[in-house]
């Protein structure tokens, strides 16, 4: 049986995403609200460091971008470099 057409162009508009290198540390590309500041940039370091080598990078930051995405690193990109790019201005 196949699945309904609206299922799989979900499907495909996220298959990129299997294919990044961050599917194996989520918790890395994400931080918390009480993680102190000198934590979180390490992590983004660490984040912006594999997504440099990553095969959906592109695909990804273009995600980001278009979608709005909030929180993490995407694309190489954290939340504050995403708010810049799209000429806002984070307030929370």
């Known amino acids: 049986m196949t699945p309904p ?9 996220w298959e990129w ?3 990044g290198h961050c599917q194996e540390l989520p918790d890395l590309f994400y931080n918390s609200e009480d993680e102190p500041k000198r934590v979180r940039r390490r992590k983004e370091a ?5 997504c440099a080598g990553c ?5 990804c930051r273009e995600h980001a971008v278009a979608n709005g995405e909030l929180y993490g690193v995407w694309g190489g990109l954290t939340e504050i470099e995403r708010h810049r790019l799209a000429g806002r201005v984070r307030t929370g």
């Open 46 to 50: 660490v984040a912006k460091k594999i």
């Open 55 to 59: 095969p959906v990078l592109a695909e």
């Open 17 to 19: 995403t299997d294919h």
């Open 5 to 13: 057409t609206g299922i799989r162009r979900i499907d495909e508009r």
